[in-house]
């Protein structure tokens, strides 16, 4: 087309060749026609597109027995900055392990709905958060079953797991979680986020005890591991993490009722030094957050 001899020609024909579609594009595209189409075609193809979008949008399924994945999980909420941290995760493509409070679940339902919806795991955390081993075995039931019922009913869904306050247990928690059918999980890698309240402290801790199906214990109450989230996601992926949900990782998908996983977390006496100590703020106010 762009030849002298082209050139030359006479100006209603060099229209009609600039008018004519190339090659290049008649490969990539329909030849367009001269009939024209129902305007209800053009909103079936807007649906389609939307459809296409929210299907690439969501995360694929990853296979931890291929790939290196840890889990990174969050006690004592849904936490006052938990939508953050949810947005945070949906904009990363990551999944975590929330561990519910059902007084919290009750004060900031809609955190709890979100966590649910968007395909996050579920745990029992109790309700108030007691010392297990110190109250009696109806008063460790109630606490369980309570929180239990609550997240079922504004979420739809029931915790899969369990994971006492302190990660303290003894014989009667054991027995009670074969009742209620659910696993025990605890961690094997913190992050000290409620000592330290320090960005980068919170990140070089998570970093330091990262390794292949790590569970990282975390809290969605302490308004710096939110904001340092981002930063480690990244931080992690790059190193070749994929950032699941405990389910997900190898060994965690065939856990039986009483099982305690990671295994052999319950014999580390460097665990209690992870969790907040006696006093500590905790997830603050149920009040607040709604």
Partial sequence: MK????????????????????????????????TAKPTSTAKTTTATTTDKAKSAAKVAPVDCVKVKCIALTFDDGPGKYADKLLDT????????TFFLEGQYVKSRPAFAKRMAAEGHDLGNHSYTHPHLREVSEDKIREELTKTQDIVKQVTGKSPTMIRPPYGEMDDRVKAIAAEMGMPIVLWN?????????????????????????????????????????????????KQGYHVVAVSSLRGAKDLKAADIYPVGSEKDEDLSGDTPAEGAESAESPSDGQ
Avoid at 212 to 232: A, F, S, Y
Wanted: glycine share 4%.
């Fill in 3 to 34: 030849s002298p001899a082209r050139m030359l020609l006479a100006v209603p024909c060099a229209l009609a060749l600039v008018a004519a579609p190339t090659t290049a594009w008649s490969a990539d595209q329909p030849k367009p026609t001269s």
């Fill in 89 to 96: 995760f949906k904009k990363y493509k990551a999944k975590g």
């Fill in 189 to 237: 890698g913190g992050s000290r986020d409620w000592a330290t309240k320090n960005e980068k402290a919170i990140y070089d801790e998570v970093l330091k005890n990262a390794k292949r199906d790590g569970v990282i214990l975390m809290h969605d109450w302490v308004e710096q591991t939110v904001k340092v989230m981002p930063k480690l996601l990244t931080a992690l992926q």
